[in-house]
Nanobody
Framework: QVQLVESGGGLVQAGGSLRLSCAAS????????VGWFRQAPGKEREFVAA????????NYADSVKGRFTISRDNAKNTVYLQMDILKPEDTAVYLC????????????????WGQGTQVTISS
């Protein structure tokens, strides 16, 4: 069983930055693809970014390309999401997930999910 805990959310103005962290409880995390998803009120959960086990392969949603960067530190069992040039439409609960699929695999390939951290961007 892998437990995931997100942190780093908060309230920032448009154009600002935040860095989210996803910390895992188990060493098996270092063998998992990790993804970030987000869910805004009244909307479906959507993919944001994913990173492979080695960190060499990444994938981003078109809406965040060039603004968000995903990275991982397997020694610390932690994955990060650096979010820059934030926009009001980035407001959502951000969740991390771990699974065994590729970085382009769908949401159903992720077996473990965190509870999420709130990100609010003011205009």
């Amino acid at each position: 069983q892998v437990q995931l805990v997100e942190s780093g959310g908060g309230l920032v103005q448009a154009g600002g930055s935040l860095r989210l962290s996803c910390a895992a409880s188990a060493r098996t995390f270092s063998a998992a693809t990790v993804g970030w998803f987000r869910q805004a009120p009244g909307k479906e959960r959507e993919f944001v970014a994913a990173i492979s086990v080695s960190g060499r392969d990444t994938n981003y949603a078109d809406s965040v390309k060039g603004r968000f960067t995903i990275s991982r530190d397997n020694a610390k069992n932690t994955v990060y999401l650096q979010m820059d040039i934030l926009k009001p439409e980035d407001t959502a609960v951000y969740l991390c997930a771990a699974g065994i699929g590729s970085v382009v695999a769908g949401r159903r390939s992720y077996n473990y999910w965190g509870q999420g951290t709130q990100v609010t961007i003011s205009s």
